[in-house]
């Protein structure tokens, strides 16, 4: 009997300590931040049948506006999450968008199909972290 209690027990005492973790609370600067470089980078890939050269200046932009985010982001506390997904986006050996804007530069224009298929899972990255801001504590409007 006392070893099932013992059993019982340490869940119970896990699930207390580590479940009620610390959350950050929602950060509007954030969530806006990464709703304008979504809209930016998706408006950026619909150009990336032209030749990668011609957006030089828009792909810069958009990494700076990326760098930023993800700086921005480390300065939140209980902010792991959305850190850990900045890094996705930002890894140029990740099927994220540096990494397609990798793709883009040593193959000069990609094909309309491509563009389309990877517009989604950019999208996806993105709303990963859209979600994970809207998840956050909201604070009460007195």
Not at 42 to 51: E, G
Not at 65 to 89: F, L, R
Not at 114 to 130: G, M, Q, R, W, Y
Request: glycine residues 2%.
């Amino acid at each position: 009997m006392k070893t099932f209690t013992l059993r019982l027990l340490f869940p119970l005492l896990f699930l207390f300590f580590f479940g009620c973790a610390s959350v950050s609370d929602f950060n509007q600067v954030a969530y806006d931040q990464s709703l304008s470089i979504k809209s930016d980078a998706l408006n950026l890939i619909s150009k990336a049948a032209d030749n990668y050269s011609d957006h030089q200046s828009e792909i810069d932009s958009l990494k700076l506006n990326v760098e930023i985010a993800y700086q921005y982001s480390k300065t939140i506390p209980n902010n792991t999450g959305t850190i850990a997904q900045w890094e996705i986006i930002r890894d140029p050996n990740s099927s994220s968008l540096f990494g397609l804007l990798d793709r883009w530069k040593s193959k000069t224009q990609l094909s309309g199909t491509f563009i389309s298929e990877v517009k989604l899972l950019i999208a996806s990255d993105f709303n990963t972290i859209i979600d994970f801001e809207n998840r956050k504590r909201k604070p009460l409007n007195n």
